[in-house]
C-alpha cells in the first residue's frame, strides 16, 4: 500500500482523515496527529490529555528543531513553542524524549510565558483537525464560532460514517476518541504511522528542499553510530604514515583518536569516509556540532584526505566505495587524481553542504585554540 494513503474502512470516513493532511501549511496538524498515534500506540487509551498530546508534540519536534536545525516556517506555532521551552527549562538540544516531555507538563504549571505560548496550540489544533469532517455546517460561519461548533458537532456525531476521529470532554481539557476509531487505530497503528511520517517528510522536505535526509532527523539520533569502517580506514593509514590533526597540527596516536565528521554529522546524517578525519579526543568535543572553518582548515582536511585515499588504495580498494560514490567516478580514476585536482573535487561537494548548514543554522567558521586541547 502507497504510505500516503490509509486503509480502508467502509464504516469510517477514513478518506477525510487523510484529506486533512493534504496542502498542510503548518505543521501542527501532522504532529498533533503522531503524538495521538504514538500515545494510542503505546497505551491505548480513549482519552487524552490535551495537555499530553501538546508536549508529546513538541517532544516530538525536539530534535528536529533544535538539534538537526530543520526549518517548519518563520510562522509555525509549534517550532516557536519549541524555542519557548528551550530557553524556559534550559534543556539540552540533545535531551531524552520523555525528559523533554516531562519538563514541558511542568513548566506548563510554573512558567507563566510557556502557558502563554501554549494557548495558541490549545486553542486552534484540537478543534480545526475535525474541521474537515464538518464542512457542510462550518461554511460561512464566523471564525470565533468555530470551536463551539465542532466542539457540539464532534459530541453528537455518532453514526459510525461521520463520525470524527475524536469528541471532547466537558471541560474541553480532554479528548475522547471514538471507539470505533479507536478499534481502527489499533489495528492499523503501523500503516497510520508511517502514514503520518510519510506527511511530515513531505512537509519538512519542501520547506528545507537541499537539506539531506529529512527522514533520518525526524527524532532523536541512534543511540550508538557504527563508525568501525572509518577506524580501519584510518588505521591502514597510521601503518605507513605520521598522521597530524588537522585542527592542531598535533602528531595523533591511532590508539587515542576520535573520529570527527567535517560537516556535523547532524547535517549529514552519515558516517561516509570522505567526511571523516581522525582528531584529538578533546577537539572533536570542543567542536561538537559546529562548522569548521574552511579558509583555515579545508586545505589540510583535502591533504590530509588524499593521503589516505592513495594509502588505501595499495591495500584495500573496496574501502573506497564511498568515494567513488561522491566523484561518481570508479577507485581507478580517483587514485590517478593528482592532489590538486582532488582537492578541487572534494572542494566542490563539501563546500555547498557547509553553506547550506550554515544557513540552516549550524555554527560557522569554527576555531580551535590550543589552550582549549586538554590531556
Request: hydrophobic residues 40%; glycine residues 2%.
Amino acid at each position: 500500500m502507497p504510505p500516503n494513503n490509509l486503509p480502508y474502512n467502509n464504516d469510517l470516513s477514513v478518506d477525510i482523515l487523510a484529506g486533512i493532511f493534504k496542502d498542510t501549511t503548518n505543521s501542527y496538524k501532522l504532529y498533533w496527529f503522531y503524538a495521538v498515534i504514538q500515545i494510542v500506540k503505546k497505551e491505548a487509551k480513549q482519552e487524552i490529555s490535551i495537555d499530553e498530546i501538546i508536549a508529546k508534540m513538541i517532544a516530538s519536534a525536539w530534535y528536529t528543531i533544535n538539534y538537526f536545525h530543520i526549518s517548519f516556517g518563520k510562522l509555525d506555532q509549534l517550532a516557536k513553542v519549541v524555542n519557548t521551552i528551550r530557553e524556559e527549562t534550559e534543556l539540552e538540544e540533545n535531551a531524552n524524549v520523555e525528559v523533554v516531555q516531562t519538563k514541558i507538563l511542568n513548566a506548563l504549571k510554573t512558567s507563566q510565558k510557556v502557558r502563554k505560548d501554549f494557548n495558541p496550540l490549545k486553542r486552534y489544533v484540537p478543534y480545526r483537525l475535525l474541521s474537515p469532517f464538518f464542512r457542510n455546517e462550518l461554511r460561512g460561519q464566523k471564525d470565533k464560532d468555530k470551536n463551539q461548533i465542532i466542539t457540539d458537532l464532534s459530541r453528537g456525531a455518532l453514526a459510525s460514517n461521520i463520525a470524527p476521529v475524536y469528541s471532547f470532554s466537558d471541560d474541553n481539557k480532554r479528548i475522547i476518541i471514538h471507539s470505533v476509531w479507536l478499534e481502527y487505530l489499533r489495528k492499523n497503528i503501523a500503516l497510520v504511522e508511517s502514514f503520518c511520517l510519510w506527511n511530515l517528510v513531505a512537509f519538512l522536505q519542501k520547506r528545507n528542499p537541499n537539506l539531506p535526509n529529512i527522514g533520518e532527523k525526524l527524532f532523536a539520533p541512534p543511540a550508538n553510530r557504527d563508525l568501525s569502517k572509518a577506524h580501519k580506514f584510518w588505521n591502514i593509514v597510521f601503518e605507513d604514515h605520521a598522521v597530524e590533526s588537522i585542527y592542531t597540527k598535533q602528531a595523533l596516536r591511532k590508539e587515542n583518536i576520535s573520529i570527527d565528521h567535517f560537516v556535523p554529522w547532524s547535517y549529514v546524517t552519515h558516517d561516509l569516509l570522505w567526511n571523516l578525519v581522525p582528531v584529538e579526543k578533546a577537539v572533536n568535543s570542543s567542536k561538537g556540532n559546529n562548522l569548521p572553518d574552511m579558509d583555515r582548515y579545508f586545505q589540510g582536511f583535502a591533504k590530509l584526505q588524499y593521503l589516505a585515499v592513495q594509502t588505501v588504495a595499495s591495500k584495500r580498494t573496496n574501502l573506497l566505495e564511498d568515494y567513488s560514490m561522491l566523484f561518481r567516478e570508479n577507485t581507478n580514476e580517483i587514485t590517478r587524481m593528482n592532489e590538486q585536482t582532488f582537492s578541487k573535487r572534494l572542494y566542490q561537494e563539501v563546500a555547498p553542504l557547509v553553506q547550506i548548514a550554515a544557513n540552516a543554522g549550524f555554527g560557522s567558521g569554527w576555531t580551535f585554540s590550543t589552550h582549549k586541547l586538554r590531556d
